[in-house]
Structure formats: C-alpha cells, structure tokens
C-alpha cells in the first residue's frame, strides 16, 4: 500500500489518498480496518482518525454502530476542487508581497482548510485595495465561482459589492458599516481606547495617533476608540490630535515634522496604527533630534517581527497568528456548507506589550 510521506500536511495527504482510492475502486464497499490501514499508510492512528473524520463529513464514508466505515455512493460524495469546496482568498497584494504577520495567517489558514479538505486558491488585484465601487467592479469573480470567499485586509467597497450581491464571503478585517457579512478580526476599537488610556495614564497630556486614510474599517475603529477614550478625559486638559496620512513613507514625514515644528504643543506620546509607519516614524523622530522614549513615547497598534529589531524595541498589541487562522478556518467552513451568518463579527483582543518605547513625558534614562 502507498505510504504516506511525514510533514505538517499528512492529514490532508490522507485525506487525498483515500478519496484517490474509493474514486478507483481500490475497496467495493467497506474500508479496511484502522491498524491494517495505519500500517499500510506508514501513518499514526490519529492521523488516520482525522482523516476519516474529514471524509465522513464530506460524505464520502459513513460510519456504522460497529465501527465499519462503509464507502457512501459516488454520487453522495463530494469532490475536492469543484466549486462546492474552493476557497477564495482576495487579497490587494501577492502573498510574496505581504508583510509578515498577514503572510503567517495565510500559510496557517491554507493548512487549517486543507486539514478539513478544502482547497483556498489566492487571488489578488492592486485594484482590490482601491475604495472605488467603479475600479472593484468587474475584477471580481462571480458569487458562483466559490463555497466562500475570504476577503483579507479589503476596503468597503470591495465588502459591499460582495454584500450586496449575495457573495458567501466572510471579511478577514473588520466589516465597514453596513455591510452585513460575517467578519473575524482584532478588537481595533478597544485597542484605539486601551493605547490612549496607557499613554494618558503614564502621565501624557499632549498625544497623537497616526493613523492611514486608506479606507478599511480597522483603521476608523482605531480612530474612535482613540477619540473617545480623548473625550472622555477633556476636562484633564488633555490635547489629542488625529493625523491622516496616505500609506507613504514621504507623507508621514511631512506630516510629522509639520507636528513636531513647535515644542511647546508637541505631543509626547504617539500611537501609530502600522508596523512600518511606526518604524518611519521612529526614524523621523531620530533624524529630528529626539529620543524615543525620553521625549516621545510611541505605541504601535499592529505587530510585525520587524519590530523585535527596533531599538528602543516599539510597543506593540500582538496575538498568535495561529489562532486567527483557526477561527477564520471554522467561519469559513461554515459558510461554505451553508451556514448562515450575516452580519456576525467575531473580535480577538491582543496582548499588549510596552516594549521599550513607552514612558512618562521628560523621563530620562
């Protein structure tokens, strides 16, 4: 019998090969037992189990009161690859292209599908990332060409075209308002609340967040929690300022040398919504003359590995990518078998850690 080769995708290795073997003919109407096929796979019992348990779910086997797995009809089954188990993935960037953290949800996501035998296909467009009903329509597959659709990091009009026209999809990102599509992404709200209040409570009375006027909901879920934790602490006298800026490097620099030009006003504390804007802004902020964190301290809402290099080391929100793939993973299983789940928006919060770019305004160390 063949054997299976070791790695992290033996499962779904499995999975194929069993499907490859009743679609042949290979046994008429029962599988053999677990140990005779443990054994003739070169797999561990827990492997195989999986692997049985994703089969009996695509209907391909179903398990009797003896624990006989009988082979289900071939028209009973459902192939691997048709429309009814392929996901797509839109995205505004090939994944070469991607930073870091979004390139790990990926591998993670396209692993966890694959364990339960669906097949993700990438698909990317520059266009994806333009806010333009006009631009988005027209790239788009249609609804039918997919069980799901994934749309990873994509601004609303991508999100409400996809809505209003009765797309499976599910947006990896936070859902912009009025769209009603069932949504996975980190609390950006709390995370706009939590880094203000961090900055206010180390004693900060003039902050700044920097954040990109690019179109996703994240960002203006950031922007409020950022506002409202502001508001909440007026009659503190603090100052709080909101800088849109394009996603250029040339854009936040002016930007920021334009914020910084009069000491007495400046901020002494910055949160930044990206992990590359926040290592530009780490730069200008040298090259002006000023010390991270004795005369501004800075947060960055998002996480990249890049960021463990920084010196100071910036600090960050960040969680495991591995669980944001395995919750992405279920909602899209769910939509691609049918599950309803408009408007349903699932928040991770992240953990946050201070790093060493956090202090009080004038401290010195």
Not at 15 to 24: E, K, N, P, Y
Not at 203 to 224: M, Q, V
Not at 310 to 318: A, E, F, L, M, S
Request: glycine residues 10%.
């Amino acid at each position: 019998m063949h054997r299976i080769e070791t790695g992290p995708t033996r499962v779904a290795q499995t999975v194929d090969f069993l499907r490859h073997a009743m679609s042949q003919k290979s046994w008429t109407q029962y599988l053999p037992g677990e140990r005779i096929l443990s054994r003739g796979l070169g797999i561990s019992r827990p492997t195989l189990r999986a692997a049985l348990e994703i089969l009996e779910h695509q209907r391909w086997i179903h398990t009797e009161g003896s624990r006989r797995r009988l082979i289900l009809p071939r028209t009973s089954a459902r192939e691997p690859g048709k429309n009814g188990q392929k996901i797509l993935l839109l995205a505004k960037e090939p994944e070469k292209e991607m930073a870091g953290m979004s390139l790990l949800y990926v591998e993670s996501l396209r692993h966890r599908l694959q364990s339960v035998g669906l097949e993700m296909e990438f698909h990317f467009h520059p266009m994806f990332g333009r806010n333009s009903p006009r631009l988005v329509k027209g790239l788009l597959p249609q609804a039918e060409a997919a069980a799901a659709f994934i749309l990873f990091s994509l601004p609303e009009a991508v999100q409400r075209h996809c809505g209003e026209r009765g797309y499976p999809a599910i947006v990896a990102g936070s859902s912009a308002p009025g769209v009603n599509l069932p949504s996975l992404d980190v609390d950006y709200q709390g995370v706009g609340r939590h880094a203000a209040g961090t900055l206010i409570g180390r004693g900060h009375e003039r902050i700044a967040l920097f954040i990109c006027n690019g179109g996703l909901a994240g960002d203006r879920l950031t922007e409020a929690g950022f506002a409202e934790t502001a508001e909440s602490l007026k009659k503190r006298c603090i100052m709080a300022k909101i800088i849109r800026h394009r996603d250029e490097s040339q854009d936040i620099q002016r930007k920021l040398k334009a914020l910084m030009r009069v000491p007495a006003s400046r901020p002494t504390g910055i949160v930044v919504g990206r992990a590359r804007h926040a290592v530009t802004i780490l730069c200008a902020l040298t090259a002006q003359g000023l010390r991270v964190p004795e005369d501004v301290s800075i947060i960055c809402r998002d996480f990249e590995p890049m960021l463990d290099w920084t010196v100071p080391q910036v600090g960050r929100y960040k969680f495991n990518p591995e669980r944001f793939a395995r919750r992405l993973a279920k909602l899209a299983e769910a939509v691609a078998g049918g599950q309803k789940a408009l408007g349903k928006a699932c928040l991770l919060v992240p953990e946050f850690d201070s790093a060493a770019s956090l202090a009080g305004p004038g401290r010195r160390i």
